[in-house]
């Protein structure tokens, strides 16, 4: 695992030294969070969709569609979707393309990628349109400038370290390639946190004990996504990280950002 010492500079301000991170609300060593954070997806990868939209009332769909129409990819594309869990930005960006695409799903729990690549055999893409491939997002295991778009929806969050995952996917990218993110962000909506606080606090655990049996995974969600950095401040570490053209969009009032940039 890489750099299990280094302490994700967004939770800095109250660890307690240079070797603990958080596990949402909880100070925890960097092993440990990367080990609970696998656990939480081998925990609800079977679930893991039927959840999504119980979670979101199905608007997770309408976020992800959003995502796939703004990514520059056509046919001959390569695509990188990291964290890709069950599937659906690649199997929407595999099906933007057409035959000529070619996307890889890397995620670092096995379960997750396993839902991902039996979702993959379904929609027809084995073989030649999709690879699936497991590795950590941030020690990706591909060359330099190997793709022409990377993405992750809702994985960036689980990660120990977000500047080396976000350094490895300007890494991975050709020069003029897109990066995009999609992940739960801050409601700007006046009023909006408010509701959202309330149901997020008390519902999405609810939810998640009553299907899954399960509360303390989806406790996890609900506070990692308060612990991720707001827009600006997420900007700013796309920006940091060598991207160019940083921009981003915010979907139902704030409660998820695109973030978009590219390598010039
Ligand atoms: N992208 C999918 C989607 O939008 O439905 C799945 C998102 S799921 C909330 C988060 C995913 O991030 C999980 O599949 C998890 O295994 C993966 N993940 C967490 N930490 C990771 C890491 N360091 N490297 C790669 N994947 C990771």
Known sequence: MNDLNHTNNTETADSQASDTTHFGYETVSGQEKVERVMGVFSSVASQYDIMNDLMSGGMHRS?????????????????????????????????????????????????????????IIDAGLLPGRADCIQSDGTKLAFDDNSFDCVTIAFGIRNFLDIEAG??????????????????????????????????????????GEKVTGDRASYQYLVESIRRFPDQQRFSKLIANAGFELVKHDNMSGGIVALHRGYKV
């Open 63 to 119: 976020w992800k569609r959003c995502m796939i129409a703004k990514a520059a990819i056509g046919a001959g594309s390569w695509v990188l979707d990291v964290a890709a869990g069950s599937g659906d930005i690649a199997i929407g960006l595999a099906n933007k393309m057409g035959s000529a695409g070619r996307v890889v799903l890397t995620d670092l729990n096995g379960p997750m990628l396993l839902e991902g690549a039996r979702r």
């Open 166 to 207: 976000l350094a490895e996917f300007y890494r991975v990218l050709k020069p003029g390639g897109q990066f995009m993110c999609l992940e739960f962000s801050r409601p700007v909506l006046p009023g909006l946190d408010v509701i959202y606080d309330a149901f997020s606090f008390n519902i999405i655990p609810l939810i």
